[in-house]
């Protein structure tokens, strides 16, 4: 061939775009964005999609570019033409607005239409408490217990065993060592049962027990009012009664239940002039021994200061004397709720 002949040829026509499907255009989107460094969140799809998916991805092997280019533009319109979008199904909405309802509204809308919740259910069992997780699986088999304490927090696992019945808790511990055979499926199985339990249980109108709710009320009563209160419950449920005073905290109490280390984080949040006058109200021989347990877990100069301010302060009348010791209980109390100190639950109420 002369080589005017090479010179003047024309160029080959280059091929035309490949067809592709749909689900090969999908392979080639994913690709083309983890190629860009996109985070593509693979792992939501259902699980035949991304099998589906990888399927894909492992048969293209190589793609032209003007196929790519024709894909990812095509990609591009149909972004451009989606002005808003709403996840798939009431699943799907729940996923979305996760934090943003009541876990109640949730539980009914999921017991109304069938959806099982979505996300890991461990999760959402490893945030109860031992007590709550020791009544979910009291009726349940010893292979579902040990299935629940291999999932959950070891100090939580162990505090759970701690409080069931020798029997068994022997028998679960031993079931654990039986549960390495058990498939990821049947765990999952199992984590859903029991938070579909939890769902399933019975709407309360009130978050806190009865116990702990006439405890706070009887906390914030002045100590007649209190006292006369739980001799009447006394006279009607001696049981109750017992386990309302189990659940009082009062000024008397702080020297039974307040670590001396947790004095000074008292005086933090307790306002001086409040605390003065706490003090010097405190003469009788139920909350003078807390008075003085807080002026001895506190620096000599500070005690020092504190008992002129009590003496400046004289004699306290009665309802004033009441209303400053329940501010320094309520500041214990706030303290304790954020768990910053810890009470003794062992002292007699």
Do not use: C
Request: charged share 30%.
């Amino acid at each position: 061939m002369r080589l005017g002949q090479i010179t003047n040829a024309k160029p080959a026509a280059r091929p035309a775009p490949r067809v592709v499907t749909s689900a090969e255009k999908a392979a080639i989107i994913v690709r083309f964005l983890m190629t860009e460094g996109a985070n593509v969140p693979i792992s939501e799809l259902p699980e035949d999609l991304q099998a589906e998916l990888t399927q894909q991805m492992g048969s293209l092997r190589r793609i032209d570019r003007d196929t790519l280019v024709q894909v990812v533009e095509e990609f591009a319109d149909e972004l451009e033409q989606t002005g808003l979008t709403f996840p798939k199904g009431v699943a799907g909405a729940l996923t979305e607005l996760d934090g943003k309802i009541s876990p109640r509204a949730a539980a009914q809308i999921r017991r109304r239409t069938g959806v099982r919740a979505s996300g890991d259910p461990w999760e959402q069992l490893r945030a109860f408490e031992p007590e709550k997780l020791l009544k979910l699986i009291e009726d349940e088999s010893t292979e579902v217990a040990a299935v629940l304490i291999s999932k959950i927090d070891v100090k939580k696992a162990a505090e759970m065993l701690g409080k069931m019945p020798g029997e068994r808790a022997r028998r679960i511990t031993y079931a654990v060592s039986l549960t390495n055979s058990v498939t990821p499926d049947a765990v999952d199985r199992i984590g859903r049962a029991l938070v579909s339990q939890l769902e399933n249980e019975p709407e309360r109108a009130f978050d806190n027990p009865p116990v702990d709710r006439v405890g706070a009320i009887l906390n914030s009563s002045r100590s007649a009012t209190r006292d006369a209160l739980l001799d009447g419950l006394n006279s009607e449920d001696e049981a109750f009664a017992n386990e309302v005073r189990k659940a009082i905290f009062t000024f008397k109490h702080i020297a039974a239940r307040v670590d001396a280390r947790d004095i000074a984080a008292v005086l933090k949040v307790v306002d001086n002039d409040t605390l003065v006058t706490a003090l010097a109200s405190a003469t009788d021989e139920l909350t003078k021994p807390s008075a003085d347990f807080i002026l001895a877990n506190i620096s000599n100069r500070l005690a020092d200061q504190m008992r002129e301010a009590i003496q400046e302060r004289g004699e306290v009348g009665d309802e004033d004397g009441e209303t400053a010791m329940s501010d320094v209980v309520a500041g214990v109390r706030q303290l304790a709720d954020n768990g910053e100190i810890l009470l003794r639950e062992d002292a007699e109420a």
